[in-house]
Structure formats: structure tokens, C-alpha cells
């Protein structure tokens, strides 16, 4: 049966829930946003013409922190996967054991239809219209699918001048995923494709498998999918298929990564990239490979693409990309999983760190965020094995069922006010 995006992880909460036995009131708060915030609002387009925009954000859940989770530019934002994205957000703090809650928004927008001028007036407006429903310490934003670090400096900057100047300073923290100058931190960018990769290296070595001329195929070259390749590259796996929005490649030898990598980012999509044979997606989902890492947007792994995937393992850099069926079909085929809380985590950690940053006005340099990340990638990646293994359930279910002890832990010690 096809399940939306939230009914699935609506599911997913109930199943790991029965496994901490959490108490039912604690179930029944989570499986609810505790803020659900919509915005519609005027942007003046190029031309001279007004649009009205519809905005979200979704604040999940906020008892281990501030809210906390990226904002999404895309034409199919909706309420319902917002809600989905945001708990999700909620699960992975959690899991990741850093001190926030769970949130997302997003913009009903397609990127790619607006000039860089409309995207910075659609930004601020947003942001106005959030107004104090976001802060440093209360809700703090950070990119998404379709969103950047120049969005986030854009969102920080609208935001800072509802300050005075005796505290402008202070609203910094506001978002995370900024620009190195606009007080990003070092490794942020590379973050959510590095702790992908971190899980491919675990799970190697938990394995026994030797990385070293392995193949990837990797759905989605943004952010995730872009870094997830430099890194596997670094580990001697070869890429031989990729895809975005604009199309899909294979090249059996394996592409140059690096200049894969540039391609992306000077154009904007794989589009135009000539080292590599078009197939189509249903041939990329059938392309042999060893791992396969989706990091593009949610569903995406159905039963049918299930059926199809050769590989051993699948790490999720992306939220939320296989349906409840196609679970059932990897799991058939003793396909190991890394769940998007677990595999994609790597950008909110370092996003943490940013935070702690601007806090303490401190620059940390790259080596020694890229060591506290591989830290906390490898045990919270330990973690969910040894629990997976110890309970005798999927690697999915253990993820959220950690994630849902640190918050049943939360509720016991607080209770419930008055
Ligand atoms: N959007 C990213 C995610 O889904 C990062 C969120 C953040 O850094 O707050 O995890």
C-alpha cells in the first residue's frame, strides 16, 4: 500500500515507540508538530509584477532544545512532508545527542525559475514574515534541498536588522550554514556528504570489506550528493552512475569526480557533462553497483526501484527516500540500510558547532571539525548497530528507537506542565 511521506514516519515512530515502550502521552506529543506556522506573503518580481508566496515552518518538538532544521526552496512543499521532515529532525538531535529539538520549513517555490535578485527578496520576505518565530535560541534555520549558504547569510542578515545595534551582534546564531564570512564554520558545506561518507567507511569496516575499487551510484548531485562522491572518490570507491533533477549518467569506468564535482557547481546540474553515457532512471536503479547512496528528495525507493537496486547496502543522505514497501523489499533482499537519521546527520552536527561558535565568537579550523564530526558519526553509526543487532530489529527502528529513549528520558525527568 502507498503511504505518504508522514504516514510513514508517523509508522516508523508507533513501531520504535512499542519498542522503548514509551508512554503513550509521550508518543502521542511527538506524533504531533508542536507549532505548525504558515506564512503567505508579497514579493515583487523583476518585472515589475507582485507574487504571493506560501511559506512553512514546522516546529516538531523543542523539550532536548531550540528547534531546529533546514529550510527547503521547492515547487512541491507541502504541510504534510514538512511535518514528516521536521519530525525527522527531532529524531536525528536526538540520536546525534546534540541539544536541539526538531523543525523544518520551506518555501513553495521552484529555485531554478528565479533570478538571484527574486530569490534574496523571496528570502527576506520570508524571513520577515517568520519574524519572532524563529531566533538564535528559539528556532534556528539552516539549508535544505534548494537552499544555500547564501540564503542563510540573506536570512541572517534580514534578521539581524530587526535588532538594535546593541545587540545585532548577538543574532548571528540565527542560522546555521552560513557563508565562512557571514560566521559559517569551517566544514559545514562538505558536512552532510562527509558523514555519509563516515557511514560507508563504518560499514566497510564492520563488514570486512576492502572499499578500495568498489562501485557507488549516487541519486542527486546538490550538496549531499556532490561532497558524498568527493569522499567516497578519497576512500578509492569508483562513482559509475549519478542523476539529478536535469538527468542521469553512467560511465562504467568510473567518472573523474573532481571534475564531476566542478561541473555541478559551475552550472548548477549534471546537465551538459559529456564523460558519461545518458541512461534513464530506471536504468540507473538497475545499474550493478556495491553501494548506493540517494540523496535527492523522499520516495524514491519504492518496491519497484527496490526490486531493481544491485547493491549491497543503501545509505540515506537523503530524508526519507524509500517507502515503507521498498523497506520491506531491502530487507527481503538482506540489503543493508543506514537510515537518513543516522547517514545524513553529518550536516546538522556540524551545524551544532557553527551554533557553538557564533556563541562563544570562536573559529574553529577545518582539521578539528572534521575530527569532531568523525567522532560523533562513529559512535552514534556503533550505536545504532549495536542496537539493531542486540534487539533484532532494522537499523532504521534502532535509530529512532535511540532517538526515542533520550526523549523518553526528557518527559519522565520534566513531566508535564502545570
Ligand atoms: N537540512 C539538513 C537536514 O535535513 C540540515 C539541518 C540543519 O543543519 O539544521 O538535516
Redo the contacts with the bound molecule.
Keep these: 500500500m502507498a503511504h505518504s511521506f508522514l504516514e510513514t514516519v508517523q509508522k516508523h515512530l508507533q513501531i520504535a515507540a512499542d519498542v522503548v515502550q514509551l508512554p503513550r502521552h509521550v508518543a502521542d506529543i511527538l506524533a504531533h508538530p508542536k507549532n505548525e506556522i504558515i506564512v503567505n506573503f508579497p514579493v515583487r518580481m523583476d518585472d515589475g509584477s507582485m507574487r504571493i508566496f506560501t511559506g512553512y515552518r514546522i516546529q516538531h518538538n523543542n523539550i532536548r532544545g531550540p528547534y531546529?532544521?533546514?529550510i527547503?526552496y521547492h515547487q512541491d512543499v507541502n504541510l504534510d512532508d514538512v511535518k514528516a521532515?521536521a519530525a525527522?529532525?527531532t529524531w536525528?538531535c536526538s540520536l546525534m545527542d546534540i541539544p536541539?529539538g526538531g523543525a523544518?520549513g520551506g518555501v513553495k517555490v521552484n529555485p531554478h525559475l528565479h533570478s538571484k535578485d527574486e530569490l534574496m527578496r523571496i528570502t527576506r520576505r520570508f524571513t520577515h514574515a517568520l519574524g519572532s518565530n524563529i531566533g538564535p535560541d528559539y528556532d534556528?534555520?539552516?539549508?535544505?534541498v534548494g537552499t544555500n549558504a547564501q540564503v542563510m547569510v540573506w536570512m541572517m542578515d534580514t534578521y539581524m536588522n530587526r535588532s538594535d545595534d546593541l545587540t545585532k551582534n548577538a543574532q548571528r546564531g540565527i542560522v546555521?550554514?552560513k557563508t565562512i564570512n557571514a560566521g559559517g564554520s569551517q566544514g559545514r558545506e562538505q558536512a552532510?556528504g562527509q558523514g555519509v561518507a563516515f557511514c560507508v567507511r563504518e560499514w566497510a569496516r564492520m563488514k570486512g570489506i576492502v572499499l578500495s575499487g568498489k562501485r557507488a551510484i549516487i541519486q542527486g548531485f546538490g550538496n549531499v550528493g556532490s561532497y558524498a562522491a568527493k569522499f567516497l572518490d578519497q576512500l578509492g570507491v569508483r562513482v559509475v552512475a549519478v542523476g539529478d533533477h536535469t538527468g542521469y549518467l553512467r560511465n562504467e569506468r568510473g567518472f573523474d569526480v573532481a571534475k564531476l564535482f566542478n561541473h555541478a557547481r559551475q552550472f548548477g546540474s549534471l546537465a551538459g557533462f559529456q564523460e558519461g553515457d545518458p541512461i534513464s532512471r530506471d536504468e540507473f536503479f538497475q545499474t550493478k553497483a556495491d553501494i548506493f547512496i540517494p540523496a535527492a528528495l523522499e520516495n524514491q525507493i519504492t518496491s519497484k526501484e527496490a526490486e531493481w537496486l544491485e547493491v549491497q547496502c543503501v545509505v540515506e543522505g537523503a530524508?526519507g527516500p524509500t517507502s515503507p514497501d521498498g523497506d520491506t523489499v531491502l530487507t527481503a533482499k538482506k540489503i543493508d540500510v543506514i537510515p537518513d537519521i543516522l547517514a545524513?546527520?553529518g550536516?546538522?552536527t556540524?551545524?551544532y558547532f557553527e551554533w557553538i561558535q557564533n556563541k562563544r565568537s570562536e573559529f574553529w579550523d577545518l582539521e578539528e571539525v572534521e575530527q569532531k564530526l568523525e567522532k560523533k558519526m562513529v559512535k552514534a553509526y556503533a550505536k545504532v548497530m549495536e542496537y539493531s543487532k542486540r534487539k533484532g530489529i532494522s537499523n532504521r527502528i534502532a535509530a529512532y528507537a535511540i532517538a526515542l529513549e533520550n526523549l523518553k528520558v526528557a518527559y519522565e525527568e520534566r513531566g508535564i506542565f502545570p
Excluded: E, H
Excluded at 140 to 144: E, G, K, Q, T, W
Design positions: 531546529k532544521g533546514g527547503r521532515l525527522l529532525m536525528k536541539f523544518k534556528i534555520p539552516a539549508p535544505d546555521t550554514g552532510t530524508n545524513n546527520a550536516g546538522v556540524v551545524s
